[in-house]
């Protein structure tokens, strides 16, 4: 029974490239969520997808962000044109489907470092 | 403005203490979570409270909320070195598991 599984664990980009980000929700979850984590802060929610929807993407930036939970795959988190400040742990996390209230559960996140 | 602020923002204790870290909020809420995060690692959900209950325990966890003054606590009893690490509290959004958290405690429990 996988846990919510984030990759790369590690991403190294220079300036100006692209960073793409993967996450694989735990069974039977269809909702997933995308936070942001500087060093020694708490983490800042970003996105909300469910399956081929945003439902909520209030914590994007506008620019070179976007994400995407296609019906077939992992969910993706893509920066474009990475700058030094996007230097940051990104976690994904996935919940149930429903009406209820239910734990949301993490990945182990991925470090990306912008050289 | 920040929704979920802990505090104390770092505790340091010997090993068989109680250590307490506190949590306000600022709007209405469904839910609080507490998470715990070890360094350079992922979060591991701790309690879910729920905003029409006061207390819960899980093991040597003990979770208040206090709607009243849109607050909780978490209460760790005996611990031990291993329960170094940075305890955060989340709160609901709304709709699905939109979490918004606060900057954290650091406690280091010392052997």
């Known amino acids: 029974n996988a846990g919510v599984m984030q990759n790369p664990r590690h991403l190294v980009r220079r300036r100006g490239q692209e960073a793409r980000l993967r996450c694989s929700p735990m069974?039977?979850?269809?909702?997933v969520y995308w936070y942001r984590q500087l060093p020694e802060e708490g983490l800042k929610f970003m996105v909300y997808?469910?399956?081929?929807?945003?439902?909520?993407e209030s914590g994007m930036p506008k620019e070179r962000f976007s994400a995407e939970f296609p019906k077939e795959g992992p969910s993706i988190l893509r920066i474009q044109q990475v700058v030094r400040g996007d230097s940051a742990a990104y976690f994904c996390?996935?919940?149930?489907?429903?009406?209820?209230?239910?734990?949301?559960?993490f990945g182990q996140g991925t470090r990306l470092t912008v050289v | 403005s920040q929704q979920g602020e802990e505090d104390p923002q770092a505790l340091s204790i010997q090993e068989g203490e109680n250590a307490t870290m506190n949590c306000s909020y600022k709007?209405?809420?469904?839910?609080l979570q507490w998470y715990r995060q070890n360094s350079g690692r992922g979060l591991v959900h701790l309690i879910l409270?729920?905003?029409?209950?006061r207390e819960k325990h899980s093991g040597r966890l003990r979770v208040t909320l206090d709607t009243s003054k849109k607050s909780s606590s978490l209460l760790i009893t005996a611990s031990r070195a291993a329960d170094t690490a940075s305890y955060f509290c989340?709160?609901?959004?709304?709709?699905?598991?939109?979490?918004?958290f606060g900057g954290g405690t650091r406690l280091m429990v010392k052997p």
């Open positions: 997808l469910q399956k081929e929807n945003i439902i909520d």
């Open positions: 709007t209405s809420i469904n839910n």
């Open positions: 989340a709160t609901d959004r709304g709709a699905g598991n939109m979490l918004t």
């Open positions: 069974k039977g979850h269809s909702h």
């Open positions: 409270i729920r905003s029409n209950e």
């Open positions: 996390a996935s919940s149930r489907p429903g009406q209820g209230i239910y734990e949301a559960f």
